[in-house]
T-cell receptor, first 117, second 111 residues
Framework: GAVVSQHPSWVICKSGTSVKIECRSL??????MFWYRQFPKQSLMLMAT?????????EQGVEKDKFLINHASLTLSTLTVTSAHPEDSSFYIC?????????????FGEGSWLTVV | ELKVEQNPLFLSMQEGKNYTIYCNYS?????LYWYRQDPGKSLESLFV?????AVKQEGRLMASLDTKARLSTLHITAAVHDLSATYFC???????????FGKGTRLHILP
């Protein structure tokens, strides 16, 4: 079945550096993907909608210059956390809809743990 | 703005008991999702409910949707320890695959 893959699964970076997380749809094309952030023992918060070939749409309160999203192909969206700080440490999850006979099925990636030290 | 509220947020129950988790949402929608999340893992899709009156069952879990009341329930029958996890409901308001999550219900089933 359809799978959405994220890479890396976990990453540790130093404060002030940038880190990129990839989200790939492995056997379907996705013109839209979504990025969520989840802090420990909290819910998933929608950060932005990644749009293939155009700018991402950010949710209120999410800094677009800090969380750069690029959706350069129909199977890949990337999230770059720029100038990372310890408070950016979180679990980042992407999702992608796959078209089906009775509507889209939404698939979630395995998630990426980011720790900023 | 869409708000999705779950209750209870934490539930500790004995094996063999039945219980229901409630999910209320604030605006009209006919697309509701239930997910399970184990510690440190991503989401596992449990149910997708796409119409008023929809009811789906898988094993000891059953989900229903009442779009008029803006309410979904996740019912657990004869709970077993393996069902311990966090359960999220999520709503797609505009049919654009952008889903908003409730706060989650942490379910702890005591052996």
């Amino acid at each position: 079945g359809a799978v959405v893959s994220q890479h890396p699964s976990w990453v540790i970076c130093k404060s002030g550096t940038s880190v990129k997380i990839e989200c790939r749809s492995l056997d379907f094309q996705a013109t839209t993907m979504f990025w969520y952030r989840q802090f420990p023992k909290q819910s998933l918060m929608l950060m932005a909608t990644s749009n293939e070939g155009s700018k991402a749409t950010y949710e209120q309160g999410v800094e677009k210059d800090k969380f750069l999203i690029n959706h350069a192909s129909l199977t890949l969206s990337t999230l770059t956390v720029t100038s990372a700080h310890p408070e950016d440490s979180s679990f980042y999850i992407c999702s992608a809809p796959s078209a089906g006979a009775i509507g889209n099925t939404i698939y979630f990636g395995e998630g990426s743990w980011l720790t900023v030290v | 703005e869409l708000k999705v509220e779950q209750n209870p947020l934490f539930l500790s129950m004995q094996e063999g008991k039945n219980y229901t988790i409630y999910c209320n949402y604030s605006t009209t929608s006919d697309r509701l999702y239930w997910y399970r999340q184990d510690p440190g893992k991503s989401l596992e899709s449990l149910f997708v409910l796409l119409s008023n009156g929809a009811v789906k069952q898988e094993g000891r879990l059953m989900a229903s949707l009442d779009t008029k009341a803006r309410l979904s329930t996740l019912h657990i029958t004869a709970a077993v320890h393996d069902l311990s996890a966090t359960y999220f409901c999520a709503v797609d308001k505009n049919r654009d695959d952008k889903i908003i999550f409730g706060k989650g219900t942490r379910l702890h089933i005591l052996p």
